[in-house]
């Protein structure tokens, strides 16, 4: 079988909810919504890491964005996210398509408009020349249902700047 050579970046607790904080997680394990949804679009999913599990452990208390918006955690998040972004270019450079990443709404880390991770990751990205333009999300809904075709799920573009685009879901 053919590789479709098409990638999406994603979060890591939507495919490792165990991640999450306490009581924030919206599954039990996976986000089958999401992971289906990827595979029935035949793309390969890569995960990004956790980088609150990795900053502060499994045990840390929810946080906001801007008491993870230090030079500590954005440190972190680049040394945590620069062979990522390394591998990325590699697949990019070998004809693979970064089709879009897939962030976790309302989360301080992984937020697509907002989140200090996901604007991390973008920045480096950039810089690096991996070319992420669009994210869709999980929901920050009462049951945090993945669905493509729902608005909520959409984030969009990313072309326009991130902390802006942010500010105007709000």
């Known amino acids: 079988m053919q590789r479709s050579k098409k990638i999406i970046v994603a979060s890591h607790c939507v495919i490792n909810q165990n991640a999450v904080v306490e009581g924030e997680a919206r599954s039990p394990g996976v986000m089958k919504a999401a992971v289906d949804w990827t595979y029935e679009q ?27 918006d230090t030079p500590e955690f954005r440190s972190h998040n680049r040394s945590i996210l620069q062979p990522v972004v390394e ?57 945090g249902t993945f669905n493509p075709g729902d608005s909520n799920s959409v984030y969009g573009p990313t072309r326009t700047p991130v902390t802006q685009k942010g500010d105007e879901q709000q």
Request: charged letters at 20%; a negative charge.
């Open 87 to 143: 591998q990325l270019k590699t697949y990019q450079d070998h004809g693979y398509s970064i089709v879009g990443g897939l962030g976790i709404s309302g989360s301080p880390s992984c937020d697509p408009g907002k989140g200090v991770f996901m604007r991390d990751f973008l920045e480096l990205a950039a810089e690096n020349g991996v070319a992420i333009d669009f994210f869709w999300q999980i929901p920050n809904t009462a049951d």
């Open 42 to 68: 035949g793309y390969g999913l890569f995960q990004l890491p956790c980088p609150e599990f990795t900053f502060l452990g499994p045990e840390r208390p929810p946080m906001t964005v801007e008491e993870y």
